[in-house]
């Protein structure tokens, strides 16, 4: 293998170590989004039952008045 050929592997070689290494940067990032996007869902889910359950007395409030 010719000096020319070695380091133009080389640096190829390099190349890929730093594309690793960002994409494992990327990763991380990606998989601490998630974990948030996952916890405020879970938290509009909950705030969302909240309110269904309000409407909900609210309505049979209503429908009790409408008797009466």
Not at 3 to 13: D, G, I, Q, R
Not at 54 to 59: D, E, H, T
């Amino acid at each position: 293998m010719s000096e020319e050929s070695f380091n133009t592997l080389s640096s190829k070689v390099d190349d890929l170590i730093d594309l690793c290494a960002e994409m494992k940067h990327e990763n991380q990032i990606l998989k601490a989004d998630k974990s948030n996007l996952q916890y405020e869902h879970q938290q509009l889910m909950e705030r969302n039952q909240l309110a269904k359950t309000k409407l909900q007395s609210v309505l049979k409030r209503l429908k009790s008045m409408d008797t009466c």
